[in-house]
């Protein structure tokens, strides 16, 4: 049995080097010069920790025709990302807490509907997409930009509330209804305080995916309000007479710090939401 356990835990390890070794590479690569970047092997360490690439990365790097950075392709993001993941998180509550707790006719049919959303490839709904931007006049903007998220995000974060708040008794409506409590009364003062696990996840789940979306920040977004996914593609993709790769890895690092450090800290809550409830039902 011992040496069971310990075969399994050598497989386990190799296969998390194999996993991490490219979070290494990226990481030695983005602290060392060109030198000697050039000097040592793929996966040597950096002789000493050089910053010059994450800085140029953050401040002066060409993407395309400037030479800014990622910054303003970062702040972009951050710009984008906390208003898309409120709004999608507290539309997704407002849906679950209906679908469950105010059932009406029908409503079995329109969570089918919405659950479809959840499924459906997001290259459909491109062009129908573009048409309501520019019906809306938001075309190259960031507000459309949101809307896209919050709109394709919609789906998912009525699912974890809905499955959520399938949990919870419909007595407690009925009791809390008998004391006075109308429909936002009960929301705000019974259910959301219950809702700790499930918002964590929302949140979580859409901020990644809101952060590491290319398609729709390339489709949608304009000349001035492009997304970090975005600015770290015409990163790598701008040619000069010296590849600096070093620069590439500091700026992938840069792109995905966010979403690393969400996962970081607030991982094992998110763990903790989905075994209470997220996925039940």
Known sequence: MKAHRLFLGAVLAALALVFLAPLYVMLATSFKSMDALYAGGLLSLPPSLDFSAWAKAWGSACTGMQCNGLQPFFLNSVAMVIPAVIVSTVLGALNGYVLTQWRFRGSELMFALILFGVFMPMQVV???????????????????????????????????????????????????????????????????????????????????AIWNDFLYGAVFSGFDNKPITVGLNNLANTTSSVKEYNVDMAGALIAALPTLIVYVLAGKYFVRGLTAGAVKG
């Open 126 to 208: 491109l062009l129908p997409m573009s048409q309501v931007l520019g019906w809306l006049n938001l075309s190259d903007s960031l507000v459309g930009l949101v809307l896209v998220h919050v709109l394709a995000g919609l789906p998912s974060t009525t699912l974890f509330f809905r499955n959520y708040y399938l949990g919870v008794p419909g007595e407690l409506l009925k009791a809390a209804q008998l004391d006075g409590a109308g429909f936002w009364t009960f929301f705000w003062r019974i259910l959301v305080p219950l809702s700790g696990p499930i918002v964590t996840v929302t949140v979580i789940w859409q901020f990644t």
